[in-house]
Structure formats: C-alpha cells, structure tokens
C-alpha cells in the first residue's frame, strides 16, 4: 500500500464545477504539501500545512483551498475550476526533522472543460 | 521566474554508458538540493541529495555533484540502466527547518536508455 494516496486518480470536470481532491498519508508526518505539475514547468506549490493548524500559501493559491482534517489528511479543492486549473496534482510530505526530502503521491490527473 | 532550471527538456544515452543530468539555480538562499525520478502514472520519488557544504555525494551508481559557485548542479549515473528511463526533476529548498520540504522544482528532464 502506498504511504501517500491520493483520491481520484483521475478526474473529468466542467468549468464552474467545485471539485475536491484528497490526500491521506500513513507515514506519520507531520507536514502536508499539495503540489501541481504542468509540462515545461516542474511541480509548483499550491499549499502547505505544517501541522493540522497550520495552513499556508504556496506560490501559486489562487483558485484554491486547501483543509487539513486530522494529521494524516490534507484537501485540496477547487471552488470553481477553469480550464487552466487542468493539470496533474500532487500531494506530498515530510518530516518535520531529519531532512528536506518529500514524499509524493501517486498524482491525481484532473481535466477541466 | 524559474528560480531552479533544466536546459535539457530530454536526454538520450545508451545502456552502460554515463548519463549526465545538468541543473542551475539562481536563488543564493538554497541550501539543499535533491533529484527526483518520475516514472509515467506515478509520483516523483527521491533519488539523491546534497547539502551545500559538500561538493559531491553518492550513493550507488548515482552521483550529484555541486558547484556552489557557479550555482550548478549535475546528475551523474554510470552506468545507465535500461530502469533508468524516466524523467528527472532537479529540486532545491533553503535553509531553515520552515523550507524543509517545500521545494522548488526545474522543469525536468526526460532520459531515455537505449540497448
């Protein structure tokens, strides 16, 4: 089983739609990163939670939030989304100790039209 | 702006020979930089790192070298598997506990390992 598992894998959704993606994680860490990945571009950080209090923005939120519903789930959603909101998303996370490394989901692919 | 770059958008490279994995960053600030291996329909999973008080680590048949001056890194794996074949995202994070994790990538480079 993965450690990080991200629902749905893939989406198909309507401009104007809201849409939620989910992460949850059994390694036990603390921070939670939700990550998108456009060709050409690289992963970009939506946003980041360092504890379940804890909510920041990355340097591409608008058009998101995010919640943090207990340490081991973290959700990103889309209030209204629009075509160029299409992408692959990743959820990711780290310790908060004992390095940079980040742990990666296996992606959720999500078609706006 | 990019603050991490990958000129290479792809590399080719035949099997048991050197691939060689290029990334320059302009941010000062980063003190820790990774590589990641994506295979398609999968997450990116870590492959190696390096703090900017070496200038070289490595860990089986792969090695990244830094050149902190130039404010370059590299990827060197030898010799190239046909599992190789993936792409490759260069990452960078600062220096304190609050950047751990929060990761600036490169675009990313795509290799292929020919028989």
């Known amino acids: 089983d993965a450690d990080v598992t991200q629902t749905p894998r893939n989406r198909i959704t309507k401009t104007g739609k809201r849409i939620m993606l989910e992460c949850s994680q059994t390694k036990g860490h603390d921070r939670m990163y939700w990550y998108r990945q456009d060709p050409g571009l690289g992963l970009r950080l939506i946003y980041y939670?360092?504890?379940?209090?804890?909510?920041n923005k990355g340097e591409i939120s608008d058009g998101y939030s995010v919640s943090r519903q207990a340490q081991a789930k973290f959700s990103l959603s889309l209030e209204s989304a629009i075509p160029n909101q299409t992408a692959l998303y990743f959820c990711a996370t780290s310790p908060s100790w004992g390095g940079t490394e980040a742990f990666f989901g296996q992606g959720t692919r999500l078609t706006v039209v | 702006d990019q603050q991490v770059k990958q000129n290479s958008p792809s590399l080719s490279v035949q099997e048991g020979r050197i691939s060689i994995l290029n990334c320059d960053y302009t941010n000062s600030m980063f003190d820790y930089f990774l590589w990641y291996k994506k295979y398609p329909a999968e997450g990116p999973t870590f492959l190696i790192s390096?703090?900017?008080?070496?200038d070289k680590n490595e860990d089986g048949r792969f090695t990244v070298f830094l050149n902190k001056s130039a404010k370059h890194l590299s990827l060197h794996i030898v010799p190239s598997q046909p599992g190789d074949s993936a792409v490759y995202f260069c990452?960078?994070?600062?220096?304190?506990?609050?950047?751990?994790?929060?990761?600036?990538f490169g675009a990313g480079t795509q290799v292929v390992v020919t028989p």
């Open positions: 390096i703090s900017s008080i070496k």
């Open positions: 939670s360092f504890d379940v209090k804890d909510i």
């Open positions: 990452a960078a994070s600062g220096q304190s506990t609050d950047s751990w994790g929060k990761l600036q």
